[in-house]
């Protein structure tokens, strides 16, 4: 099994849509959670953090956290072609600070 | 604060030659983790230094290494380059503050070997 692992799209969603990323992990001592945007030919940017269970808004995102299902999810509001990107969902373990496991991505495509 | 800073942002080198890579963190910043990019494996992690200790160290050939200075910058090497080994290299900085501490990356090398 993975460490982390995420819907495989690619996701297709209208402009002002919502779209929904979803990743599991599969160390139940991870204790951070981070949702990286990557465009193409650039190198990932942090969108949101998220260490407690429950929900975390920034504008138009939302990320989601059940650390018992050990599943955090990435909500788009209101989607723009602008947000057209792989989104990447990273893992911190308990054991290994410094390290990040990342997800394959999933690509993302907002069309007008 | 300037972000992250990666030289050279493009490299071409030959098999059996060797590449260092450079990375300039966040002021203040005393973790850097190295990660390689391919679209066959995706992100892979490389090392990560903390204070000019490797504090954590992935799953990659000994002709991988690095190494972090006084003031925090790092450098990786490659040696005996592979055809295998042309990726996007990304390095990332931490305030190294523990399990919420925050990794930014940096724009990235990209290397061909041919």
């Known amino acids: 099994q993975k460490e982390v692992e995420q819907n495989s799209g690619p996701l297709s969603v209208p402009e002002g849509a919502i779209a929904s990323l979803n990743c599991t992990y599969s160390d139940r001592g991870s204790q951070s959670f981070f949702w990286y945007r990557q465009y193409s030919g650039k190198s990932p940017e942090l969108i949101m953090s998220?260490?407690?269970?429950g929900d975390k808004e920034d504008g138009r995102f939302t990320a989601q956290l059940n650390k018992a299902s050990q599943y955090v999810s990435l909500l788009i509001r209101d989607s723009q072609p602008s947000d057209s990107a792989t989104y990447l969902c990273?893992?911190?373990?308990?054991?290994?600070?410094?390290?990040?496991?990342f997800g394959r991505g999933t690509q993302l495509t907002v069309w007008p | 604060k300037a972000g992250v800073t990666q030289t050279p942002r493009y490299l071409i080198k030959t098999r059996g030659q060797q590449v260092t890579l450079s990375c300039s963190p966040i002021?203040?910043?005393?973790?850097v983790s190295w990660y390689q990019q391919t679209p066959g494996q995706g992100l892979q992690f490389l090392f990560e230094y903390f204070s000019e200790t490797q504090r954590n160290k992935g799953n990659f050939p000994g002709r991988f290494s690095g190494r972090q200075f006084s003031n925090s910058r790092s450098e990786m090497n490659v040696s005996t380059l592979e055809l295998g080994d042309s990726a996007l290299y990304l390095c990332?900085?931490?305030?190294?503050?523990?399990?919420?501490?925050?990794?930014?990356f940096g724009p990235g090398t990209r290397l061909l070997v041919l």
């Open positions: 990332a900085s931490a305030d190294g503050g523990g399990l919420q501490e925050t990794q930014y």
């Open positions: 990273a893992v911190v373990r308990g054991s290994t600070l410094g390290r990040l496991y």
């Open positions: 002021s203040g910043h005393r973790s």
């Open positions: 998220i260490y407690s269970n």
